[in-house]
């Protein structure tokens, strides 16, 4: 089992940059599919970025297309989101997911497929 913490979330003006961090625990991450997911007060968790297993593969969700890059850190077990230009409408609270299926160069952008998730950290973009 895998245990996922986030971290880096906070307050930023418009404009601004955010990284947060996905530290993993209790096995490796390096052979799982990860994304980033967000959920909104009031809506529905949505996919924002994802990485295949290789590395090699990324997927983003067009309204983040541009602005923010999912990437791994295999040897500190870890995940990160780079987040730039940051807009009113990205505020929410962000988690992050291991697929421990998927394929070598594949990460699906649904969050049906993924099987850990953390806790969440808040992002609160002030206009």
């Known amino acids: 089992q895998v245990q996922l913490v986030e971290s880096g979330g906070g307050l930023v003006q418009a404009g601004g940059s955010l990284r947060l961090s996905c530290a993993a625990s209790g096995r490796s991450i390096s052979n799982d599919a990860m994304a980033w997911f967000r959920q909104a007060p009031g809506k529905e968790r949505e996919f924002v970025a994802s990485?295949?297993?290789?590395?090699?593969?990324?997927y983003y969700a067009d309204s983040v297309k541009g602005r923010f890059t999912i990437s791994r850190d295999n040897a500190k077990n870890t995940v990160y989101l780079q987040m730039n230009s940051l807009k009113p409408e990205d505020t929410a609270d962000y988690y992050c997911?291991?697929?421990?299926?998927?394929?070598?160069?594949?990460?699906?952008?649904?969050?049906?497929?993924?099987?850990?998730w953390g806790q969440g950290t808040q992002v609160t973009v002030s206009s």
């Open positions: 997911a291991a697929d421990l299926v998927g394929g070598y160069n594949y990460a699906a952008p649904d969050k049906s497929a993924y099987d850990y």
């Open positions: 990485l295949s297993q290789s590395g090699g593969s990324t």
